[in-house]
């Protein structure tokens, strides 16, 4: 029983398999059937949207043709584009463009509906109409001009006969007239000699005035250049007391405290000081030629103590043999009572030695140390800012190099800062060199001093008497002091605090 089950289980297996080959078999007979009719509708469809297009082509060459033939009319994009026309077909674009040539023949005031094969015949007849018509009404003008100029001919030698008789009678007045001038000239050349003696004494009265305002102008011009020359001396006596006013010592040391480490200066709230300015301590025996002190010690206020009165402590002590005393003066060229120090910069000014011009950093610097850049020289001699007598310093940078490829740029540079320099001398402002502002700035975060001495000569600066009792630095100091120790003021730089 089981077998004939097998048997019917692999009968309907072997049935089931031969419809799934047959079917898979008509599946493709019928897939490949629809495909090739597919592609001929597909090809019969190009081959109509071809059909189509060729004919409506046609009928677009049709229509242009019509146009051409004055049957229908162009636009004005189509009619220009007949003149450089790419269709394709060779024949057509030649003909196209033989039409734009032929429709040149119209003038502008011919329209776009009248442009066409048609009208051609029409426009040269009418043409060569106008021409005839042109031409015969040029020829009856020419016919009357040659009677015209047979009649003026005849009055010309009408005319010519009156002017020979003219000329006879002229030649007659004109010997007349001869005769009068032969006379006249005579007159004219006596007249002639006696101005000839009239000028030659004015030569002589006008050589005689050039001598005297020759020697006029020699006396006004020596009384001009002595006139100059106290000019000169004015402004540089006035220079001296101008500048008297920035090179004194700015206030003194009252009292030493604390074995030296502190002390106490007559200046304060009075004098618009404030914590952190930083003074060079210049031994008093030499504050009458500040140009040639050395600053024995640097001292920073710490406390405003009253209207005249501040403390400070010693940032860098003095040399053992020459200790701060009572007396001694302070100074710092970047601060003044109740003011800002103001600063001109006459220009490139290189400070670090690499030959490119360090101007932007100087100015930081100087901000920094509480003073302000008020004017600059640049190169080409223009000045930025106000260059006037409250500028304390003027600093120039090193003299430009006249050899090399830019040596007219040098000299021109070299000129502008020789004028800046005149006007600052005449304005009283001390020049300086880039590096003793550099000696300023070193060793300060606030306000500097410097190791005093300008670009100012020395007898700009002569002594003055110190009022009082002569407070003089002791000699007579036990061996341990003579002997130097560390944190000492080494130099004319102020230490950092």
Request: with cysteine; charged share 25%; aromatic share 6%.
């Amino acid at each position: 029983m089981a077998a004939r089950d097998d048997s019917v289980i692999r009968g309907s297996l072997i049935t089931c398999l031969i419809l799934l080959v047959l079917s898979l078999a008509l599946n493709f007979i019928l897939w490949r059937w629809g495909d090739t009719q597919a592609t001929q509708e597909q090809s019969k469809s190009d081959q109509l949207a071809n059909a189509q297009n060729e004919i409506r082509s046609l009928e677009e060459n049709a229509i242009l043709y019509k146009a051409m033939l004055g049957i229908g009319q162009l636009s004005e994009d189509q009619y220009e584009a007949l003149a450089t026309s790419s269709s394709g077909d060779a024949d057509l674009d030649q003909i196209s463009t033989q039409f734009y040539r032929d429709m040149q023949v119209f003038g502008s005031d011919v329209g776009m509906q009248d442009r066409n094969y048609a009208r051609l015949p029409e426009y040269f007849t009418n043409t060569i109409r106008l021409r005839n018509q042109s031409y015969s009404q040029a020829r009856d003008e020419a016919a009357q001009i040659r009677t015209q100029a047979e009649t003026d001919i005849d009055a010309a030698r009408t005319a010519q006969q009156k002017a020979e008789t003219e000329r006879e009678n002229l030649a007659k007045e004109l010997a007349d007239e001869q005769s009068q001038f032969a006379t006249y000239r005579n007159d004219m050349l006596q007249k002639m000699e006696q101005a000839k003696d009239s000028k030659t004494k004015s030569e002589r009265r006008l050589q005689e005035l050039q001598r005297q305002a020759g020697s006029e102008r020699n006396q006004l011009t020596q009384k001009a250049q002595l006139l100059e020359n106290t000019i000169e001396t004015q402004k540089l006596e006035l220079n001296r007391l101008r500048s008297d006013r920035f090179e004194n010592v700015q206030g003194e040391i009252r009292y030493v405290l604390r074995g030296g480490n502190i002390v106490s200066i007559n200046l304060g709230s009075a004098d618009a000081l404030r914590p952190g300015i930083t003074f060079g301590v210049i031994d008093r025996d030499e504050t009458s030629r500040l140009q040639d002190a050395n600053v024995k010690a640097s001292i920073q206020v710490t406390k405003i103590r009253g209207p005249h009165l501040a403390e400070a402590r010693v940032v860098a002590q003095p040399a053992i043999g020459n200790p701060i005393i009572e007396g001694d003066g302070v100074y710092s060229p970047f601060w003044a009572p109740g003011r800002t120090v103001r600063i001109a910069l006459a220009g490139d000014i290189d400070i670090d030695g690499d030959d490119r011009p360090d101007n932007e950093a100087l100015e930081g610097m100087i901000q920094a140390a509480g003073a302000e850049v008020a004017a600059r020289v640049l190169p080409s001699g223009e000045i930025e800012g106000n260059l006037d007598a409250g500028v304390r310093f003027m600093v120039v940078g090193e003299t430009p190099d006249l050899g090399g490829q830019n040596e007219e740029q040098a000299a021109s540079e070299i000129a502008a800062i020789g004028v800046a320099k005149q006007k600052a001398t005449e304005l009283g402002v001390t020049v300086i060199p880039a590096w003793k502002l550099q000696e300023f700035l070193r060793t300060l975060d606030d306000s500097l001093t410097t190791p005093l001495g300008s670009a100012v000569r020395g007898e700009d600066f002569p002594p003055e008497a110190v009022p009082g009792p002569s407070r003089r630095r002791p000699v007579d100091l036990p061996k341990e002091f003579l002997e130097q120790r560390d944190n000492m003021q080494r130099n004319n730089e102020i230490v950092r605090p």
